[in-house]
Structures are given as C-alpha cells and as structure tokens.
C-alpha cells in the first residue's frame, strides 16, 4: 500500500491508473476507521482495479462548537487496517495544504441540505461538498463509496456529482451496527458505558417506528411522537431531530407512503450520533 | 470536426483522450466568436493533440436585468469559423441539459469576486464557476485558454482551479484588439455607429493612465479622475467603475507600484464593455 500526505503523487498516481484505464475506487474518510468504513474498503477492493482510501478530517466542515479538536484520531491503527484490507493507496492530506492561506472556493448544495443535518449544522455539507469535489479532482475515481448511516450526504454527494458533471458512480452501502445495533460511528468512543447503553434507543426508536407503520399507521406526526417517547425515556438523551421525509426529495411528508426516510439525531452526553432506516411503504 | 450538443458523448469523447495521453486543450465560449476567441482556438491547436471548443451561452451568469435575451447567437457562422481553424470537437450543450429541473449545486470563489465586475455583476462568477467546474468535468482539459479581456474572470477560475484541485492549466491570452484599439467583444454588436466611434475611448483612457504613470505619477485616485474625464467626454457613455489595482490580488492600492491592473467597464449606450492593462510599475 502506498502511504502518502502529496496531493501532487496522488493525483499523478491516480491520472496514470485512468490512462490504464483501470477503474479506480475511492473511500473518503475522516480516520478513526470501524468496521463501517471496511465494508467500504472491502467492497471497493472487490469491483475495482485500485482501491484509494483518504484520511482526512475536514476542518471546514466543523462548526466552531463542534467537536473537530477532540474528534478521535489513530493513523497508526487505520494504516493497519487499511493494509490488512489490500486497499492501493492510502492518502491522508495535511490540513494546511487541502486549505491554504487564502483558499476562497466553495461548492454548495442548496436543496437537499436546507433540512435535517443542514439545518442543525450550518455550513456543514457546504464543507463535505468542497472537499468531496477536491478529493475527486485528486482522486478521479469511477467509484466512491458511503455509508448509509451518512444518508443525507450520500445523497448531497449524489446530486452535487450530477449537477456538477462528475463521471463518477456512487454507491451507499448498508449501516454496520455494533451487536445490540446500535449504527457504528467514529463518535460512539465519546460515549461512557452509561451513555454507550442508552444510546441503542436510536435503533429502537427506528424499530419501533416501522412496526407502527407496518400495523398501519400513516401520520408520520404520531410516528414521530411515538419515537420521542422512545428517546426520552433514556435519561442523557437530547433530541436533535427526529424526521420522516421522502427518501429522494428529504422533504416532510404528511402521509406515510412510498419509499420514506426515517432518520434520528440525537445527542447522547457529548456524543451527537445519528441513524436511519428506509421503507418502502406500499399504501 | 465533431459536432455535439451531448454531454456524454463529448464526456466520453475526451475520456478517451486522456486515456491515451492526448493533451486536450480547451476554449470555453458564449459563441458569437471573434477574433479574440480564434486566437485562443489558434494557441490550442498549436499546443493541444484535441481542441474542443464550447458554445454555450451560460444563463446563470447573468443577472436578471442583463443581456441574455439579446446576446449575439451565430450557431452556423460560429461552426464554419471552427472548422477551418482545425478544432476537433465542438460542444454546444442544451440549457436544458445543462441544468435540468432541480439543479441545486453551485461552486463560488469568495474573494477576488468581491470587487470591479463582481461587485457591478452579483451572481455573475457564481455562474462562471459554476458552468466552468461542470464543463472541465466533462471535457477533462489539460489546458484551458481564456483572453485577458477577462482578466478578473481568468483570476477567478485560476484561484478555483487551484482550491479545488483541478489538474488544469489555465493560460491567459494577450486582447485582441479592432484597428481603434477597442476590445474584441461579442457584445460590439451592439454598438450604432456614433457608439462604436465613442467606444474606443475604453482603451484611450488606459493608454492615457499608463502615460501618467510613466511620468511619475504614482496616486491611483489621481489617474482615475484623469480616466473619468477620458471616458466622460464621450457623450453617450456611463462609466460602472474605473480600477487601479495590484494585478494579483485584485484589491485596491494606495500607490501605483508593482504589478498592477487598470481596469474599466463603461457603458457606451446599451453595451457594457470593459477593457483593462497590466503593467509592471518599478518604482
């Protein structure tokens, strides 16, 4: 595996795997890799000739009360793992060269973030598409890789590579959850076992909705208030939002049908984590 | 010469292309070319294994009281000019194509847009970024040709090349000029007679600066006032702004020193033309 903080090295590396016309698959991450991010890895290492995976924590997709200075960090454990994984390249940018002195460019999706994360987060995916559009201009994958737990900015990431003409597939693969199913974040080792416990509400507020909806309840408000109570009865929760939307638009909707987003964020302690799950709900 | 109006094509066109290391050289337009255009195409023929040109006349870098309706459009005058000056491939997309029902993603340069055409002009190099990052996508240039006409616009797509890490080379080109030295513009046609005679007194009022300067005038504010009465003394135009800038960071400067840019957009009856010249100031 080749290890390397050069944008210049990785986008000549990458330009040649293109001019061999070798399909190059791509995992953006932000470090602190679980088995989430592996999925990706092994996915990506299973459908293309040379697998990238970056480590890079985007400092412009913090907000200033965010967690960015204590976000974890362990390079030593994620190169391990990447190379255990037979992933090609891995490249982990400093912060000062992705943005330096004077950087004044910025990509921004004005729809599907207005809501949900968007709007608990401002500037937020303004920060992930800046740097998605970076990382491809370096990369110049055929493929990128996301998580589903990362819903909305898988979506974002879509819409950004087709208003913006990049030749470039993206695919979401399925949330990995701890046992108890609590959705693997970098975030949960914020957690006190206190917290750690509680925080498998997320799951169960989702659970929950879909056995009401699937006992036919359509108003998406008593869904809602439903899950509330779910969230709540664990004591260091803090709702951020709890939203049913259309899986496309991630507009609200005001009756349960079709194919639906359930998505939660909540903070646990110190700990925002968020989760979601699809239906397709016939009529 | 490859004529298309279809993204894909032209995306797998120039895909192939790189694929086998052709240097593909790249003059984006508004159509309506003129010789300013033909030589940028000339300079890419020379340099470039496959030229592509684009014609399209970007709606979303205009403001809504602006000249869109009314912009100059010679599609079959344009294609016969091409040919003969030995381009490979002409891409003239469809707005529709270009921004379908929904586009939602816009790329903006924050700095050296804030001021001369950006301020006179809000949105108008949110639109150039924005069509110019999905163009590059498309056509994956080595290189892209802009006339210096343009100059603020060519620094802003530099610095959004650079931020964004397009693997682009952005090459500005000398003005080409009419026998009374006005601009080459698409927008000339605009012009009556008497406004076409007046019109020259853009490039007068440069010539004018740079004789100042040459005989050690050094105060910006100075020269400008000069360059008004210049401008002013032609009866049908209105001036939008007159700069004296560093010719890098585009602000404004105290005292003439260094490299610097002057700059002006006047209105000369309905038309709003600009012209500027760089010099390098010793002292």
């Known amino acids: 595996m080749i290890v390397t903080r050069s944008i210049k090295k990785t986008s000549q590396i990458c330009a040649r795997c293109n001019s061999k016309d070798k399909t190059i698959g791509f995992v ?9 991010h ?3 890895v092994k996915r990506a290492r299973k459908e293309c000739g040379f697998v990238v995976v970056s480590i890079f924590l985007n400092p412009i997709q913090f907000g200033p009360s965010e967690d960015l200075a204590r976000y974890p960090r362990n390079f030593k454990k994620d190169e391990k793992l990447l190379k255990a994984s ?8 400093e912060a000062s060269a992705m943005y330096p002195q004077g950087f004044s460019t910025y990509v921004e999706e004005f ?12 500037g937020h995916f303004r920060g992930v598409c800046t740097v998605l559009a970076k990382l491809f201009n370096i990369v110049k994958p055929d493929i990128a890789y996301f998580g589903q737990k990362d819903y909305q ?46 925080s498998s509400c997320l799951y169960r507020a989702l659970i929950f909705a ?3 909806i699937r006992k036919g309840e359509r108003d998406p408000k008593k869904v809602i208030a ?8 664990e004591k260091t929760t803090k709702i951020d939002y709890i939203g049913i939307v259309n899986a496309d638009s991630l507009e609200r909707i005001n009756k349960i049908k079709g194919r639906i987003l359930i998505t939660v964020a909540v903070y646990v302690g110190k700990a925002r984590l968020i989760d979601n799950i699809v239906l397709h709900v016939k009529k």
Chains 1, 2 share one sequence.
């Open 28 to 36: 953006p991450t932000m470090g602190a890799l679980h088995e989430g």
């Open 38 to 40: 592996m999925s990706l």
């Open 86 to 93: 037979g992933a090609d390249l891995l490249f982990y940018p």
């Open 111 to 122: 729809d599907l973030s207005k809501e949900l994360c968007g709007k608990s987060r401002p």
């Open 153 to 198: 900015q898988t979506q974002i990431v879509k819409k950004m590579v087709r208003d913006l003409n990049y030749d470039i597939r993206i695919k979401m693969l399925s949330t990995i959850r701890e046992k108890d199913k609590l959705a693997m974040s970098s975030r949960n080792t914020y957690l006190s076992l206190k917290e750690r416990k509680e």
């Open 210 to 212: 879909k056995e009401l």
């Open 226 to 233: 439903k899950m509330r109570g779910v969230v709540k009865s």
